[in-house]
């Protein structure tokens, strides 16, 4: 079963396939046929929709950002990671990814244009 931006939250721990710890997610977005959406506050609590939006939500087809290091934004090191590279998402064990670290870190350092100005 494919992960969804539903199953992924603000502030999980990020793995790679071979077990190291690349961050925490930042943002969640999901693909729509109206753009990109974040999964936020404004359109998603943590209980329930809270602008009738969840369906948008219920996609495989978007990206997250994975933060890591840093003070206040700082030196921190992003990762832009399609959804299609999440193998498993909970709330235990966090996101774990497709690709191993070397190749994580090498392929989703660059903001893609799709989420510039998002």
């Known amino acids: 079963m494919e992960s969804t931006v539903l199953d992924i939250d603000k502030g999980a721990e990020v793995f790679s ?6 961050g925490t997610v930042a943002e969640v977005w999901a693909a729509t046929s109206a753009g990109l959406l974040e999964k936020s506050a404004s359109s998603l609590s943590a209980e329930a929709p809270i602008s ?3 369906q948008l939500l219920e996609t495989s087809d978007g ?3 994975v933060a890591d290091g840093g003070v ?6 992003n990762l832009f990671v399609p959804l299609s590279q ?23 350092m660059t903001q893609p244009d799709l989420l510039r100005g998002a």
């Not at 206040?72 to 090191?77: C, F, R, T």
Request: charged share 35%; aromatic share 4%; hydrophobic share 35%.
């Open 86 to 108: 999440v193998v498993a998402a909970d709330r235990d064990g966090g996101v774990r990814l497709a690709c191993d670290a070397e190749t994580c870190e090498r392929t989703f």
């Open 17 to 22: 396939a071979d077990g190291k710890r690349l």
């Open 52 to 54: 009738g939006q969840s």
């Open 72 to 77: 206040l934004g700082i030196a921190e090191k």
């Open 63 to 65: 990206y997250l950002r």
